[in-house]
């Protein structure tokens, strides 16, 4: 596709999440009250349960790919404890996470309906350390706001956001709509103070 540049304002809604990171929560509120203080909110009642569904979906994928692996020495040992749990997932936890897989994207779509994207931070505190990013517990979660729209297939885009921390943004837009998304974001970074503008040679 080819993106095209908006020739109007996009409509956008957040999405209100519980138990946000103030170093993160701060930033991304007053920073979207400047830049975006038009965007109202929106409500997923459905995302906690979709992160678990593409958690139990990816896992399943993965074992079922990379299965073969799991005595390899190369193989680290945060990866193999991973990839071994993932062989426990039966087939029953496979069909519910579809059937959230199915309930969670007809609530997304339903969102999408009266706007252009939704928004999200996108991550939910701030990065571990070197030392901490081996612990599967510090890692899996960092990904709470976004593998839910992986589950869905819903197209999404992340835009850095200026700061101390690492920092980031979510946008979300319709199934389809990839080129309306990349406008939207283009259009949020040369509009928003918030964002930071890499220039690449």
């Not at 103030?22 to 203080?37: D, F, H, K």
């Not at 593409?54 to 896992?59: E, K, L, R």
């Not at 993965?62 to 073969?68: F, I, K, L, V």
């Not at 589950?151 to 990839?178: F, M, N, S």
Request: aromatic content about 6%; some cysteine.
């Amino acid at each position: 596709f080819t993106p095209k540049p908006l020739t109007v304002a996009p409509r956008m809604a957040r999405v209100r999440v519980d138990d946000l990171d103030p170093r993160i929560g701060e930033p991304l509120v007053y920073g979207l009250m400047e830049g975006l203080p038009e965007a109202g909110y929106v409500q997923l009642p459905g995302m906690e349960e979709a992160f678990d569904a593409a958690m139990t979906v990816i896992g399943a994928e993965t074992y079922r790919a990379c299965h073969a692996l799991l005595d390899d020495p190369r193989l680290g040992d945060d990866v193999r404890a991973r990839l071994s749990a993932a062989g426990a997932i039966t087939p029953d936890q496979l069909e519910q996470a579809e059937d959230v897989r199915t309930r969670f994207t007809t609530e997304v779509d339903a969102a999408l309906a009266s706007v252009d994207v939704l928004i999200t931070p996108a991550m939910p505190t701030v990065p571990p350390t070197l030392d901490e990013a081996t612990d599967p517990a510090k890692v899996l979660p960092l990904t709470r706001f976004l593998r839910p729209f992986n589950l869905t297939g819903h197209p999404a885009i992340v835009l850095p956001v200026l700061g101390e921390l690492p920092l980031g943004l979510q946008i979300v837009g319709r199934k389809g709509a990839d080129a309306q998304l990349c406008a939207v974001a283009e259009w949020m970074a040369d509009t928003c103070p918030m964002f930071r503008k890499e220039e690449f040679a």
